[in-house]
Every structure is written in C-alpha cells, then in structure tokens.
C-alpha cells in the first residue's frame, strides 16, 4: 500500500513562493501520474496540476496556470508543487494524490492520498 506524505506548507504574505513536496513510501512513483489538489474551507476540492508518468506532460488549473509548476522527482519517489505570486484565494488544504490507470484531473479516479498540508497566504 502506497502511502504519500506531503510537506512544505505554511504562513506566507500576498506575493511569496512556496515549494511543496509529496513523498512516496510503499510504492514506485513512477508508476503513477500525480496530481496536486486543494480544498479551501466550504468548497469542494479542486483540481491545481497533474503531471504524466515521465514528467513530460502537465496540466494546471486555471487559477493557478502561470504561477505554479508541478514536477518530480522518480529517482527521488518524490513530487514538487512551487507554487509563486501566491494570493489570498490560494489559501487552502493541498493534497497530493496517485492515479495508475490515468493522467486526470478528476479526483474520484486517483487511487492515493496525502493526508494534506496547509497553506495560508495573508493579505
């Protein structure tokens, strides 16, 4: 069983960066597509970015496109969010989660998931 653990957020101002980090035990990452979710308090969760098998493809959400990148690390078992020009609406809960049978944005088809990390950006 596949576990994910993801690190690196916090308490930034308007206009900061922060890199998030989501770390694999159990299983290769490399099998899996990735993707990187968020929950603000009341929503539902949202989709931010996925990236393929190889890290040749990504996608993004469109309220972080330009601002956030995904990538990874297979050697590592190891996927990155930085996320830059951060803004109040991004405060959020972020998940990381796997998907091996797709490259999706929709959550109900990844198989794992973090147990989240909060990001809080003040105005």
């Known amino acids: 069983q596949m576990q994910l653990v993801e690190s690196g957020g916090g308490l930034v101002q308007a206009g900061a960066s922060l890199r998030l980090s989501c770390a694999a035990s159990?299983?290769?990452?490399?099998?899996?597509?990735m993707g990187w979710f968020r929950q603000a308090p009341g929503k539902g969760r949202e989709f931010v970015a996925g990236?393929?098998?190889?890290?040749?493809?990504?996608v993004y959400g469109v309220p972080v496109k330009g601002r956030f990148t995904i990538s990874r690390d297979n050697a590592k078992n190891t996927v990155y969010l930085q996320m830059n020009s951060l803004k109040p609406e991004d405060t959020a809960v972020y998940f990381c989660?796997?998907?091996?049978?797709?490259?999706?944005?929709?959550?109900?088809?990844?198989?794992?998931w973090g147990q989240g990390t909060q990001v809080t950006v003040s105005s």
């Open positions: 990236i393929n098998w190889s890290g040749a493809s990504s």
């Open positions: 989660a796997a998907d091996q049978q797709r490259f999706s944005k929709s959550s109900q088809y990844y198989d794992y």
């Open positions: 159990g299983g290769t990452l490399s099998s899996f597509a």
